[in-house]
């Protein structure tokens, strides 16, 4: 039976990793467990939201129609204005914005909607990353560059080092900023180098932007890609798209529900893209949408209960780890004493935690090796309490280790 052989180039998800490397340790006490390997949000979605999905009439109207692929009016229009308010860029609802049913299919899709299928053809991505950028661009017959996120530059990418060669051979390039796991933020100056090099060297930059309402200060506020691009003069926004979610701003990973927008041009290839694809967002999403981008109060408290989080577990965790407070997102990107895979197994054995191995959310680099290595991603997500307990666990296994 003939299967396409670019599935096999796929490793397996991180969480699955995960899992096959906890099998066999098993945990014999009686702490409850808790994970802190997942970003999944856990805070309470906004009740209004809710109400709208509980509106049966309304209801009754949104699932009797088949949803248009580019969204409702209402939906881009207020997405035209939350851009505009959060980020001072005038994006237009008809040209530039398209909703998504949640950046993960919008990032992946996007990589088959715009790259050529040259097998010479790079996908630049950062190191550690999200790997559903990797897993497009080889779906894509492309080939991933990863660009490494290293601490000795405090987790910023160098992208000074990669040759004009490279960037010749680049069709997309893939940002996160905040960056998940190592919550950077790419600066505004470095963000308008990469536009400068986007059309010098003829690609597009995909930027995931998914956790920048996650934030501690307003001095470290994220900004975006689109506005970079506004600010230096490239006001339609060529060859910048920018991939927004409700996930995390608005605690709705369930709801599937985000936006891409930039450069007219690509949107409209992406648009035609995905009336075959077929993945229109249901009206009543797009209902339930429209009223969540046109509410900041909601988001404010969110912050808020993340700002409470961090200060708490950071106090906890000071003394033992080398930590480092994220610009932006929910995750600790921890430096561990030991070998981060057997950091994991153990902590799980002794204190029933469960945190993410660096290693699995990066790949080796020639003169490098693996820029994920000993470090774990620690999701913040669980309510307080549980964060405060699992924090005071990591500290006493760090204790446990330094007798070791
Ligand atoms: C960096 C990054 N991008 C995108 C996503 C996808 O989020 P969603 O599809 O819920 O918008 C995630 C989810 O964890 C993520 O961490």
């Not at 597009?204 to 689109?226: G, H, K, M, V, W």
């Not at 009336?275 to 988001?299: K, L, N, R």
């Amino acid at each position: 039976m003939a299967t396409n052989p670019k599935l096999e180039l796929l490793q397996s998800y991180p969480f699955e990793k995960l899992r096959a490397a906890l099998a066999n340790s098993a945990y014999e006490g009686e702490l409850a467990h808790i994970a802190l390997s997942i970003g999944e949000p856990k805070h309470p979605p906004p009740n209004f939201v809710i109400d709208i999905l509980c509106d049966t009439g309304a209801m009754t109207q949104h699932l009797a129609t088949y949803p248009a692929t580019r969204g409702s009016d209402a939906l881009r229009h207020a997405v035209a204005a939350w851009l505009r308010n959060r980020f001072t860029v005038t994006a237009s609802a008809e040209r530039h914005i398209l909703p998504v049913n949640g950046t993960r299919e919008a990032l992946f899709a996007f990589a088959q909607a715009v790259l050529s299928g040259h097998n010479k053809s790079l996908v630049g991505m950062p190191n550690p990353f999200y790997q559903i950028y990797e897993g497009a661009a080889l779906l894509a017959g492309a080939q991933p560059y990863y660009i490494a996120n290293t601490a000795d530059s405090d987790y910023a990418a160098d992208f000074d080092a990669v040759t004009d060669a490279t960037w010749d051979a680049m069709e997309l390039l893939y940002i996160c900023s905040p960056g998940n796991p190592t919550g950077h933020l790419i600066s505004d100056s470095q963000m308008q180098r990469l536009i400068e090099r986007a059309h010098r060297h003829d690609f597009i930059i995909a930027a995931d932007e998914c956790y920048s309402e996650i934030y501690f200060s307003e001095q470290t506020r994220p900004s975006s890609l689109l506005a970079a691009s506004e600010a230096m003069g490239n006001r339609e926004f060529a060859r910048c798209v920018v991939f927004h979610s409700l996930s995390k701003r608005s605690n709705l990973p369930g709801l599937r529900s985000g936006f891409v927008a930039g450069d007219a041009d690509i949107i409209e290839k992406f648009l035609h893209y995905r009336t075959y694809h077929g993945c229109a967002m249901g009206t009543h999403q797009q209902h339930a949408s429209t009223m969540a981008w046109q509410d900041e109060a909601h988001v404010q408290s969110n912050r808020a209960l993340y700002q409470e989080k961090f200060d708490a577990v950071t106090k906890i965790l000071a003394p033992h780890y080398d930590v480092r407070q994220p610009e932006g997102g929910f995750y600790h990107w921890l430096p561990t004493p030991t070998n981060d895979l057997s950091f994991c197994q153990s902590l799980y054995a002794q204190q029933h935690i469960t945190v993410m191995p660096g290693s699995f959310l990066g790949r080796d680099q020639a003169m490098l090796g693996n820029p994920g290595a000993n470090h774990v991603r620690v999701a913040w997500v669980a309510p307080l309490a549980a964060c405060m307990d699992a924090a005071h666990r990591l500290a006493d296994f760090a204790d446990q280790l330094s007798k070791n």
